[in-house]
């Protein structure tokens, strides 16, 4: 099993939320933090936050506070990264990884949402 | 914020040749550092970690090297399967933060 799949492709509207979604394999979802790192075209890589799916927790990015949130279905072992009040300089690929301990870094990668921010 | 760079930007190289990648923290953070492949369309690939740790399935040419602000990522021998773009992502603290990549080219 893929240890992350993420959900499909979409346009959004400028000011509208969007929800991207990571389903991860069982081991993955009780075993690991999932992060959120972003990636504008051409562009470094950004770092959004994490959420602990067993509990819940989450940390996020100081620039992405107040317009991040990050959430899981633990029925389905999937989380969510839902981003608010959206412009164009959010588009990019998103992607979620997982972490098994914070200081060993990123692990394992899903392919990634592009994200498109047009009117 | 902890600042990592990487050099060069871009390298040219040719199949069987070694590089040497390397990558500099703002800061001291350990051996707490990642290399990870990026291919176009594909997701990036982790293939070091805790600066020196090789992961599963990577191919022994691949090592890393290095601990405190200064690392180095060597590709021996490299392969055709080997031209992508390589990163290096610091966990030492929050954010983490990455360099600005190494695009790895045929020459």
């Known amino acids: 099993q893929v240890p992350l799949e993420e959900s499909g492709a979409e346009v959004v509207k400028p000011g509208a939320s969007v929800k991207v979604s990571c389903k991860a394999s069982r081991d993955t979802f009780t075993g690991y933090y999932i992060y959120w790192v972003r990636q504008a075209a051409g562009q470094g890589f950004e770092y959004m936050g994490w959420i602990n799916p067993n509990s819940g927790g989450t940390n996020y990015a100081q620039q992405f506070r107040g317009r991040v949130t990050m959430t899981r279905d633990t029925s389905i072992n999937t989380v969510y990264m839902e981003l608010s009040e959206l412009k164009s300089n959010d588009t990019a690929l998103y992607y979620c990884a997982r972490v098994e301990r914070h200081f060993y870094g990123l692990d394992v990668w899903g392919r990634g949402t592009a994200i498109t921010v047009s009117s | 914020d902890i600042q990592m760079t990487q050099s060069p930007s871009s390298v040219s190289a040719s199949v069987g040749d070694r590089v040497t990648i390397t990558c500099r923290a703002s800061?001291?953070?350990?051996?707490?550092l990642v290399w990870f492949q990026q291919k176009p369309g594909k997701a990036p690939e982790v293939l070091i970690s805790v600066a020196s740790r090789l992961q599963n399935g990577v191919p022994s040419r691949f090592s890393g090297s290095g601990s405190g602000t200064d690392f180095t990522l060597t590709i021996s021998n490299l392969q055709p399967e080997d031209f992508a773009t390589y990163y290096c992502q610091q966990s030492a603290s929050f954010p983490i933060t990455f360099g600005q990549g190494t695009r790895l080219d045929i020459k």
């Open positions: 800061q001291d953070i350990s051996s707490w």
